[in-house]
């Protein structure tokens, strides 16, 4: 089998421009510009509670993608670390969960910068905070790995190979022609027309050639989501506005289908970047419903904040708690009992008096068993707020 880097034109790269998702562009450029009049609009608090919802999503999911489940809630307090909101700052244990949200929140600050070998060692630094693999093996964090690496999957006696990358004698002069193409096309830096990519091309063709590359032992996922996020970034002029890898987990096998097609002998990667576009597409529309909801959840909470107890109001946040891509929560008497620690009566009376200030709904169901839903129709944000 022929992989990409061995073929005598890599890594000059060819794809169908007439063949490009036109509509799908058109949807992604007029989204980016809605959604950004949208912030603008939006009162600064609010605007910040979206982000970091929209960077706990990010953070969580790029994770999930390798295999790693992170505690949201760490991941949160963790952002709020780094972007300084935590005084005293709140003691975090798990260091992924610190590692990959210092990446996230690195990205929102320097996205307008250009990409160098130390901002890659640094991203992976923090990605890799433990410097071990599953298997308890001392990992190169920080630096190229120096040995032959090949993605394979399946039991030890009956392994598949998907590919192999490159020699890692290969791999500075690999780097250099990929870090001097990124920042020649960055939209921030061009002068000559000629260079100029759409976002959501110029982030396909950096994933892709990034993990074909695959310069690193371990991370080179989560790397290469980072990179396209960041080219996405520079192209918007607005960091955060695409759950890029919330798009990617919701199709994780054809994302990792897209990408073992593509890297195998033609350059013409055409049928990639037309899945990607279709990906950007949707984590716009993702972060339009995480903004929706944020600012729905925020306003809700302000609007009857004072009129809840504590056992109430930490009721009301649980119910938010799965967020725009979740299932919608509910609460009966028993789980209200169990979670705030109340007796039947109180449970029973606390309730009543959220459905009383329609704080809460009544949804099917009778006696013990009658359940409560926040009172809010959430379909109906979305659909306003897409319109």
């Known amino acids: 089998m022929t992989y990409l880097w061995e073929h005598p034109d890599w890594p000059e790269f060819i794809y169908n421009q007439t063949s490009m998702p036109l509509t799908s562009l058109y949807q992604y450029s007029q989204s980016v510009g809605r959604l950004v009049l949208e912030l603008e609009k939006t009162p600064e608090d609010l605007k910040l509670d ?7 999503k990010e953070a969580i999911t790029t994770s999930a993608i390798e295999g790693e489940k992170l505690n949201p809630q760490d991941v949160r307090s963790s952002l709020k670390n780094h972007l300084g909101l935590s005084h005293p700052p709140v003691n975090i244990r798990d260091p992924r969960a610190r590692g990959i949200s210092a990446l996230v929140v690195n990205n929102y600050y320097n996205h307008h910068q250009d990409l160098s ?11 890799l ?28 006696h009956k392994q598949k190979i998907h590919f192999e990358a490159p020699p890692a004698e290969k791999i500075v002069g690999e780097m250099k022609v990929f870090i001097q193409w990124f920042n020649h096309t960055n939209p921030l830096n061009y002068t000559e027309p000629k260079a100029f990519l759409p976002g959501p091309i110029r982030a396909a063709i950096a994933h892709l050639w990034f993990v074909i ?15 396209a996020d960041y080219a996405l970034g520079q192209d918007t002029r607005y960091p955060m506005l ?12 054809a994302y990792y289908q897209q990408l073992e097609e593509a890297q195998q002998e033609s350059m013409d990667i055409t049928q990639w970047i037309q899945w990607f576009i279709q990906i950007t597409a949707e984590s716009i529309e993702i972060t339009e419903k995480i903004i929706a909801f944020t600012v729905q959840k925020s306003n809700f909470i302000k609007q009857h904040h004072a009129s809840l107890n504590k056992r109430q109001l930490q009721v009301v946040l649980s119910l938010f708690a799965n967020g725009a891509e979740g299932d919608k929560r509910s609460v009966n008497r028993n789980k209200y009992v169990k979670q705030v620690h109340c007796s039947p009566s109180t449970a029973l009376r606390d309730l009543n008096d959220m459905v009383a200030k329609d704080v809460l709904k009544q949804l099917p169901g009778l006696g013990r068993n009658t359940r409560y839903g926040l009172h809010l129709a959430l379909d109906k944000i979305y659909a306003n707020h897409a319109s």
């Open 117 to 127: 070998e130390e901002t890659l060692f640094q991203w992976h630094r923090m990605i």
């Open 50 to 56: 979206a982000v970091i919802d929209l960077m706990v």
């Open 129 to 156: 905070p433990r410097a071990y693999d599953t298997w308890g093996q001392a990992l190169r964090v920080g630096q190229w790995r120096v040995g032959g690496i090949a993605v394979v999957s399946g039991p030890l």
């Open 242 to 253: 695409h759950s890029l890898s919330a798009a990617i987990e919701r199709h994780r096998d």
């Open 213 to 227: 590359i695959h310069p690193f032992e371990d991370g080179n996922g989560r790397i290469a989501r980072a990179i």
